[in-house]
């Protein structure tokens, strides 16, 4: 998977213009569910987990993620944005014994590139990015003590479409991938996510 977002990433990347056009600085936003799983390389529990090794495979339940993006449309659909990152989603399927409330967190930055298939009405497109986050996993009740934090680079791959609405806005759908190689875990996150678009001449 990292190769194949790095080669994608790299061949957007070899191919964007340096010309924008007259419509193109821009804004977006966008909320999400989450779910997926991470191999987890240390835990803060208090009590040994059963069938721990080296690393831990656990799942994430439902959480939620947040976007928000700035960026500049160049000419044939491309666009390049910076886009900040927050993720928040409970652990299942973790056995240390005892009941436990455990979340994990990111929030991150990454530099992205965009092709839109310019049409009329309904616009596809698809998304790769690169950047670096913090990690964190912990407890709301106290019960695995301090949280852990680590640092690391995380990746994204999304296919969506666009759809105008009026004037410069428009709504944005679709389904996002992300992975990371924190100091922690490994995660990788499925999302289905609905957002905003706003341009400025």
């Known amino acids: 998977m990292k190769f194949w977002l790095a080669a994608a990433a790299a061949v957007c990347g070899a191919n964007l213009p340096l010309t924008a056009t007259a ?50 449309e160049l000419e044939n659909g491309f666009s390049v944005e910076g886009q900040a ?23 991150g930055g990454m530099l992205r590139g965009i092709y839109v298939v310019e049409r009329a009405g309904l616009k596809p497109y698809i998304a790769v990015g690169a950047g670096y986050g913090t990690a964190q996993v912990g ?20 296919i969506g479409a666009e759809y105008p609405l009026s004037g410069q806005a428009s709504l944005t759908a679709g389904y996002g991938f992300l992975g990371g190689d924190f100091d922690i875990y490994q995660p990788e996150i499925h999302r289905l996510f609905v957002g905003v678009k706003v341009r400025f001449k």
């Open 23 to 72: 419509q193109d600085w821009y804004v977006r936003a966008d909320g999400s569910v989450v779910a997926g799983s991470m191999d987890v390389d240390l835990f803060p529990f208090g009590a040994p987990v059963t069938g721990a090794t080296d690393t831990l495979n656990v799942d994430l339940g439902p959480g939620v993620q947040l976007t928000a993006a700035a960026g500049i």
């Open 85 to 107: 990152v927050y993720m928040r989603s409970q652990l299942d399927g973790i056995d240390a014994g005892r009941d436990l409330d455990v979340y994990t967190s990111l929030t």
């Open 139 to 158: 407890s709301t009740d106290g019960t695995v003590g301090s949280a852990l934090t680590g640092n690391g680079a995380m990746w994204s791959a999304d």
